[in-house]
């Protein structure tokens, strides 16, 4: 897993940096992505938690009739972004 938080150079998302982003995420908004076949698909996920520190491991729900569930669940990678206060727009 890596993480870009200044969205400049990606980094390992270490525990500390895990548990740092996930203090202030508490009742935040995340968009998920990935490539699909047909191009990329995202969606907003408010139900995203922490579920490890070490392994970095993260957890969201996502219905099976969204359109964005056949993409997620044969995708590779998954993004997840987690928007910022300064993203409220």
């Known amino acids: ?42 969606f907003t996920a408010t139900s995203l938690v922490s579920v490890s520190a070490e392994p970095p491991m993260l957890s969201f729900g996502i219905g099976t009739g969204a359109s964005s569930w056949p993409a997620i669940s044969e995708a590779e990678h998954v993004g997840v972004h987690i928007l910022g206060e300064h993203q409220l727009e």
């Open 1 to 42: 897993m890596t993480a870009t938080p200044d969205l400049r150079t990606p980094q390992l998302a270490s525990p500390d940096l895990l548990r740092s982003v996930f203090r202030q995420h508490a009742a935040g908004v995340a968009v998920i992505t990935a490539q699909g076949p047909a191009g990329p698909v995202g």
